[in-house]
């Protein structure tokens, strides 16, 4: 038997930007047949008891507060594929989408530089989710023809290291993710490139989840208005034309509350998903 015959297979599945019913159909396939699941804190703990794999391990990331340094996470992924007599089918559950600020990226060049088969299980990401929820497309033919996602992650020296100038003159929606505590900071700094001050800005927590908040307020009261409202992580700042389409479009946040709930369209559907399609086979992934 070759090598890569006897080797797992590692998908990296995004599991949607929270509740366990946006994950997507073929995310949920695999998790209800791998042997070995690797999940982020992010992650809805009704998909952690639904998959009834042997082998779980948690590796999730919260501000200042690592369980496992993302290399051990790559060697992790790498030595479960190619145990003897191991896992076969191994998945790697990340919240949002797993190439946007998941890390993603980083965990499938590990597979790749070590022949370890992968294929990547896109989600829906928390940049549009948590935007559309609080009721903000963050595209509009008459206000935004494009949309940036930016890290509000300071780099390792304590610096925002991004190209002000073009973000305050591009006229596009910005999305910051984890920014709440740089909130401040990239206000000013958007101002002092050019931008107008009463841009609209948008602040969601926890979007699409039962504990969302979101709030409408300018790009100059950015910081003032996080620390106000005690926003705190997870949340995404939405910055543009786009954001003032809220008042509107909130709406939008009271219907996802409406009279179906998520519990019942997850139970009636989610068992027979299984059974009515057919399970693809870990043993060929795209690699």
């Not at 948008?202 to 300018?218: A, F, K, N, W």
């Not at 910055?239 to 139970?267: M, N, P, Q």
Request: charged share 20%.
């Amino acid at each position: 038997m070759s090598t890569l015959a006897s080797t797992g297979h590692v998908y990296l599945v995004g599991a949607g930007p929270g509740p366990s019913d946006l994950i997507t159909l073929r995310g949920w396939r695999l998790l209800m047949v791998c042997d070995a699941l690797v999940y982020d804190h992010l992650v809805d703990a009704e998909l952690i008891e639904a998959c009834q794999a042997p082998i779980k391990v948690y590796v999730g990331k919260v501000a200042g507060r690592h369980a496992m340094p993302q290399a051990e996470i790559n060697a992790l992924l790498v030595s479960l594929a190619k145990r003897e007599s191991g896992p076969r089918c191994i998945v790697r559950l990340k919240g949002g989408d797993p190439f946007v600020f998941g890390r993603g990226g980083e965990e499938a060049l590990a597979c790749a530089n070590a022949d370890v088969p992968f294929e990547v299980v896109p989600g829906v990401t928390a940049g549009t989710a948590a935007a559309a929820a609080a009721g903000v497309p963050v595209t509009h033919r008459d206000l935004s023809r494009g949309v940036v996602f930016v890290t509000g992650h300071m780099s390792g020296d304590g610096e925002l290291d991004l190209p002000w100038d073009a973000f305050a003159h591009c006229g596009l929606t910005l999305v910051f993710f984890m920014a709440v505590s740089t909130a401040d900071r990239i206000g000013r700094a958007l101002i002092d490139a050019g931008m107008r001050s009463s841009t609209p800005a948008m602040i969601v927590q926890e979007g699409t989840t039962d504990r969302q908040r979101s709030l409408l307020t300018t790009v100059s009261d950015l910081g003032e208005s996080v620390r106000r409202a005690g926003i705190e992580a997870p949340a995404i700042l939405v910055i543009g034309k786009v954001a003032s389409l809220a008042e509107t479009l909130s709406h939008a946040e009271s219907a996802r509350r409406g009279d179906v709930r998520r519990s019942d369209v997850w139970s009636n559907s989610a068992d027979q998903s299984v059974d009515r399609y057919s399970i693809a086979s870990c043993s060929h992934p795209h690699a």
